[in-house]
């Protein structure tokens, strides 16, 4: 069974930074894995941020973060990141990293295997 779990998560003001990590365990196939951060306030449907392929090569990003945010991931620490900058309020929300057994992914929620319990982003005004 893999398990996600976030950090970096907190409150910082419009135009600063933060970076997320999502340490992955119970799989020793993390190189084979596909990932995703997604992000949710509430009332509001989850939607895909970045995603990374199982390589490393193939990134997509959403219009609203590209640019800003940055998606990466160290297979020596079966860590996912994601560098934001210039943050904006509307960047606020809870952040889930997912993950896929597979070499593609996409930026759908419904495509994911595995979830992560989240990390709060804040960013004030």
């Known amino acids: 069974q893999v398990q996600l779990v976030e950090s970096g998560g907190g409150s910082v003001q419009a135009g600063g930074s933060l970076t997320l990590s999502c340490v992955v365990s119970?799989?020793?196939?993390?190189?084979?894995?596909?990932f995703a951060w997604f992000r949710q306030t509430p009332g509001k449907e989850r939607e895909g941020v970045a995603r990374?392929?199982?390589?490393?090569?193939?990134?997509d990003y959403a219009y609203s973060v590209k640019g800003r945010f940055t998606i990466s991931r160290d297979t020596a620490k079966n860590t996912l990141y994601l560098q934001m900058n210039s943050l904006e309020p509307e960047d606020t929300a809870m952040y889930y990293c997912?993950?896929?057994?597979?070499?593609?992914?996409?930026?759908?929620?419904?495509?994911?295997?595995?979830w992560g319990q989240g990390t709060q982003v804040t960013i004030s005004s």
């Open positions: 997912a993950a896929l057994y597979s070499g593609s992914c996409s930026l759908r929620r419904n495509d994911y295997q595995y």
């Open positions: 119970g799989s020793p196939f993390f190189s084979r894995h596909c």
């Open positions: 990374i392929s199982s390589s490393g090569t193939n990134i």
